[in-house]
């Protein structure tokens, strides 16, 4: 990794470098050509200064190309004025305009190219006395129109490479921002699921309790069912929300072991204190997996209705159709569903039978869940404290599908979810 200061040294040695060159061939090239053509004004010590200044006002070409290139320009009408003759010192012009049009404006760059032409070759020389070559003079024009072609050429690649630059930069932007977007998406479905499993768990774990703490004096048996019927529902989801936990804790040991890449292009006391915070990291990583159990799934509906059951609620179920394997997250979103009405039921409509119906389709599955009236008293203990039938109709609008609920007709109360067997890529995904 280059140190800022290093970035601006570099182009500050790289003129010094040109500026000496640029000397070495000005002063040499210019004192032979001098001394082999006729009828020009021997080189002094003002002729030897000119051929100075050009090198030394390349120097700044970068922060001030327009003023650098006015100089040469000057500098080398002074030279020709005064009869000294024609050579190397247009390099530090040829130099100065090709900076001049690259980093400044082309606008005030490009019209000196004549201009220059007029002061230093014709007809400015020829009237004061010092008349150029025509051969010369008409070479001259070509070879300042291959300079302004060789300008906007390097001009036009600047700019490319700078679009190309920029929209790099953009991409790798979106991507960043689509990456942020889809860990977000999964911290929410998480954040979801960990509510679900703790709504479900410990709804059913109040009106449990509330259910040992009326019959315990009256019926102990019953009381003691629905204190394992407790101890069931609470072993359950602590099982679920490690299995959640510990998915977190894997998502962010992957970012801590992605980031010892940049490790290496570190200070040394930058290294040390990463080294210590990965350390900690990594020590949280090594801990014991956290039990792990299966998503909930329709394709077992006894397994998935077992807490609910142990709970002391009479649950029937019936399929239509030919079953058939549904995607991770339309099973998972039907299992939750299910878990939602039933705990509803065990809530507002004690002692109340229900029933589930799953009926498959080519291109759906609709999911029905049935309560008759409730034959006991309600709990009055607790809060509701669960995502109830706005948080079930979210799940089933966000794959597509639909819910509706309601009272029915006969009594009791009515559940209906319609869920595509199919969603895109991306929901897949998630």
């Not at 199919?422 to 998630?430: D, F, M, N, T």
């Amino acid at each position: 990794m280059t140190a800022p200061g290093e970035s601006k040294r570099g182009p500050v040695v790289q003129d010094w470098v040109l500026a000496l060159v640029v000397a070495v061939i000005q002063i040499g090239g210019g004192r032979n050509a001098n001394l082999r053509q006729t009828g020009v004004h021997s080189l002094d010590a003002l002729g030897y200064v000119l051929l100075l200044i050009g090198p030394v006002a390349l120097l700044l070409r970068r922060s001030y190309p327009l003023p650098a290139l006015l100089v040469t320009i000057a500098t080398c009408a002074v030279y020709l004025l005064r009869g000294y003759g024609y050579g190397p010192i247009f390099v530090s012009l040829v130099i100065a305009f090709i900076s001049a049009a690259i980093v400044g404006s082309r606008w005030w760059t490009y019209p000196l190219a004549p201009i220059g032409y007029l002061v230093l070759l014709w007809p400015l020389p020829a009237l004061v006395g010092h008349p150029a070559d025509p051969w010369l003079a008409f070479g001259m024009i070509a070879w300042l129109g291959i300079l302004v072609a060789i300008a906007e050429g390097i001009r036009q690649r600047k700019a490319v490479l700078v679009a190309r630059r920029q929209r790099a930069e953009a991409a790798r932007r979106d991507e960043e921002a689509q990456r942020e977007r889809r860990a977000s998406e999964e911290r929410l479905a998480i954040a979801r699921e960990l509510h679900d499993v703790l709504a479900h768990s410990l709804s059913l774990i109040n009106v449990q309790s509330s259910v040992a703490l009326e019959l315990f004096a009256k019926k102990p048996e019953q009381a003691q069912s629905a204190l394992a019927a407790i101890k069931t529902a609470s072993k359950d989801a602590l099982v679920e929300v490690h299995t959640l936990l510990h998915a977190i804790r894997n998502g962010s040991a992957a970012e801590v072991r992605d980031s010892d890449v940049e490790l290496e292009t570190e200070s040394a006391p930058a290294q040390s204190q990463r080294a210590q915070g990965n350390s900690v990291a990594r020590s949280v990583e090594d801990r014991p997996s956290a039990p792990r159990s299966p998503a909930p799934s329709i394709q077992d509906l006894d397994a998935l209705l077992q807490r609910t059951r142990a709970a002391g609620l009479t649950v029937d179920t019936r399929i239509i159709g030919t079953a058939h394997k549904l995607p991770s997250v339309v099973d998972v979103a039907a299992a939750r569903i299910i878990q939602e009405s039933l705990t509803n039921v065990v809530r507002h409509a004690p002692g109340a039978p229900a029933a589930v119906t799953i009926r498959y389709a080519a291109d759906s599955v609709e999911i029905t869940i049935d309560n008759a009236r409730a034959t006991g008293t309600q709990s009055k203990s607790g809060a509701s404290g669960g995502n109830g039938i706005l948080g079930m109709r979210e799940r089933a609008h966000a794959l597509g599908g639909q819910l509706i609920a309601g009272p029915r007709p006969s009594g009791g109360y009515r559940v209906v979810a319609r869920l595509p067997s199919q969603v895109g890529a991306q929901e897949e995904a998630r």
